[in-house]
């Protein structure tokens, strides 16, 4: 047995929410957006729009990077997730980002529409039956009330623009605390494949 | 004198006790079934100290041990079976039981 010890609980959870403990998994996806930030990224990468490219840049690396954990770690087949599925979740988003982002520029709100809509996806999906992810649910709070920051006269390109680096920047945090908190569990011996 | 509680503790079930497996079935309870490689890595086991503690959980129909190939290279799937989840849950329901009524003993006096 390792000499480190943990509660039964945190076993149980690592099981339970394996993929979700990968916390590398998400840094493409934090990179991508973090950079979306950057007053001096163009919108257009060989006539590609940049989300469009940082989402593909985000997925690729969520898999790819999964792909190195199970090669180390082993692989564990998940219960059924007893809330909404990740897939449905990213369809759902995917159809409600570019609405949101319309009413965005078209309609110019008082509020950041986009950042709002993100910020309660992550508030919702921090908050799942097994276990409240703390550091998910405090940044979606803060882009929450980052969201209103045009009802005190910033200008909505720039609030988006902060709005992405700021998201982007959580995100690689979260990550990292994950991936740290995901390594404690497991002894430095080095396993080898069967 | 009678010191039940401390009694109850020495017929707890070693199968499910030994402090490695209890660690293996918890980790199974929580997910449909897990490789090797992840048991291994979760419990710092040896590979024989692994194998020869599922070979046990196996004999007592805790575990299902399910032996395969992903192209070449062997994968061993391991599955809570029923009757290990319902011995695995009788075990924490003795356990806390037993530290409940530990917690209220006193000796008796002649």
């Given at each position: 047995m390792t000499n480190k010890s943990f509660a039964i609980d945190d076993i149980h959870d690592l099981a339970a929410n394996y993929s979700d403990r990968q916390g590398l998994r998400i840094v493409p996806m934090a990179l991508a957006v973090m950079v979306?930030?950057?007053?001096?990224?163009?919108?257009?990468?060989f006539g590609i729009d940049t989300m469009l490219v940082a989402l593909a840049v985000g997925l690729g690396g969520y898999y790819l990077i999964g792909r190195y954990y199970e090669h180390r770690f082993g692989k564990v087949e998940e219960l059924?997730?007893?809330?909404?599925p990740l897939s449905l979740q990213l369809l759902l988003i995917g159809i409600c980002i570019p609405i949101a982002l319309a009413i965005d520029i078209g309609a110019h709100p008082p509020v950041f529409v986009s950042g709002l809509l993100i910020a309660t996806w992550l508030i919702v999906t921090a908050?799942?039956?097994?276990?409240?992810?703390g550091e998910y649910l405090s940044i979606g709070l803060v882009l929450a009330l980052f969201s209103f920051s045009p009802l005190v006269g910033i200008p909505m390109p720039d609030v988006a623009r902060a709005y992405g680096f700021w998201f982007g920047a959580m995100l690689l945090l979260a990550a990292v605390r994950d991936h740290i908190a995901f390594m404690r569990?497991?002894?430095a011996l080095e396993g080898q494949r069967e | 004198m009678s010191n039940q509680p401390f009694e109850q503790l020495a017929t707890l079930d070693r199968l499910v006790h030994e402090p490695a497996r209890l660690s293996i079935l918890t980790a199974l309870s929580a997910c449909k079934s897990a490789e090797f490689l992840f048991l291994q890595r979760l419990t710092g086991l040896s590979k024989g100290n692994l194998s020869s503690h599922l070979a046990k959980l196996e004999e007592g129909g805790l575990v299902i041990i399910d032996k395969g190939f992903d192209g070449k290279i062997p994968k061993t799937k391991i599955a809570l079976s029923a009757e290990g989840r319902k011995q695995l849950e009788h075990h924490w329901n003795d356990l806390e039981r037993i530290r409940k009524e530990a917690t209220k003993w006193k000796p008796e006096k002649d």
């Open positions: 979306q930030g950057f007053p001096q990224i163009p919108s257009l990468i059924p997730y007893d809330g909404i908050w799942p039956s097994r276990r409240i992810r569990f497991f002894p | -």
